[in-house]
């Protein structure tokens, strides 16, 4: 039942975000950011073609993703619902989910957006750091892990991304501003947009979402 998209700038929290409400939900958080990521590892053929863009913060092609969500889509554990984090980013892509939906007989639940100001989101792209062995994500002021420097979750040595260095989130947020920000209005037309103030904090946002979408289903 739930098949709901999680919209927001580089930095808005929708990984974290994504992940717990999956966990909370029992369904599961599809990050296309971290599928690519373990294609880059990987050194596979997308992986190869997908990593100039990434480095530089650009956004991969089209076709590229859509394949890859087409064949992660369909794995049997995303046949009850999902949370898509980073997926749809343009137009293009979120009238191939529409259409992939359409063809199962399926609907989206809803766009969830967190708004976060852009000082904000510098503040915390630049204090991230990411787990490179099970993209389990950490910032060192606000969600550090209990030892530093290591993932709680798997022991390996966290790093900075490549496309965490101050120039490249620059250029990424403005990626966002002109190519997905568009976005909103797309799921505000079909009535599916919610807006959340991603400063909440990690412990408040879920619940409010959770509080938003019961509203939407009682209303
Ligand atoms: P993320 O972790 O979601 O910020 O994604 C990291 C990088 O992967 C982005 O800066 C893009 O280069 C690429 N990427 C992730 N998702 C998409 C997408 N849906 N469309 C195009 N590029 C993407």
Redo the contacts with the bound molecule.
């Keep these: 039942m739930s098949r709901i998209v999680i919209l927001g700038p580089?930095g808005s929290g929708?990984?974290t975000q994504a992940s717990r409400l999956g966990e909370l939900w029992g369904v599961p958080h599809i990050?296309?950011?971290?599928l690519?990521?373990a294609h880059v590892r990987e050194g596979t053929e997308l992986g190869r073609r997908?990593r100039p863009?990434?480095e530089r913060?650009?956004?991969?092609?089209?076709e590229l993703?859509l394949d890859m969500?087409q064949e992660r889509l369909s794995a049997p554990d995303a046949e009850r619902g999902y949370l898509l984090?980073?997926?749809?980013?343009?137009l293009a892509?979120a009238e191939a989910l529409e259409g992939r939906l359409e063809a199962l007989g399926q609907r989206l639940e809803a766009a969830i957006y967190l708004r976060v100001p852009e000082a904000e989101l510098l503040r915390r792209l630049s204090g991230r750091r990411t787990c490179p062995r099970c993209d389990a994500i950490y910032h060192v002021d606000t969600m550090p892990p209990k030892r530093e420097g290591i993932c709680d979750r798997c022991g390996a040595e966290l790093i900075q991304r490549e496309?965490e260095r101050p120039e490249v989130i620059r250029k990424?947020l403005a990626?966002y501003a002109k190519q997905t920000r568009p976005l909103l209005d797309h799921y505000r037309e079909r009535g599916l947009l919610h807006e959340v103030d991603g400063t909440l904090g990690v412990e408040r946002v879920p619940g409010e979402i959770a509080r938003l979408l019961a509203a939407a289903e009682g209303g």
Aim: proline content about 10%; charged content about 30%; cysteine-free.
């Design positions: 580089p929708k990984g990050s296309s950011g971290d690519l990521r997908a863009y990434m913060g650009e956004l991969v092609p089209d993703i969500m984090d980073g997926f749809p980013r343009t892509q496309d990424r990626v």
